[in-house]
């Protein structure tokens, strides 16, 4: 991983959340300062004011088909 650029997490985005120590998906970003969070299976919601503390697993565009135009 020499060399990678460690990404933020953004709307759409499967994270895990090393405070919580849960994994979910960003819903939204508010005021740039609270990343909003769901669970990736089930109802429910939390936030973060630490987005260095969301560790992407999978970007919004790897976990979405690819749509043709």
Avoid: C, F, N
């Avoid at 994270?15 to 609270?34: L, P, Q």
């Avoid at 109802?43 to 560790?55: D, E, F, I, T, Y």
């Amino acid at each position: 991983m020499t060399g990678e650029r460690k990404r933020r997490a953004w709307v759409g985005d499967l994270i895990h959340d090393e405070e919580a120590d849960r994994r979910g998906i960003v819903t939204d970003v508010r005021g740039g300062a609270v990343w909003v969070l769901r669970p990736e299976y089930g109802p429910g919601r939390w936030s973060s004011r630490q987005p260095h503390r969301l560790r992407v697993i999978k970007t919004r565009e790897e976990r979405l088909p690819k749509r043709d135009a």
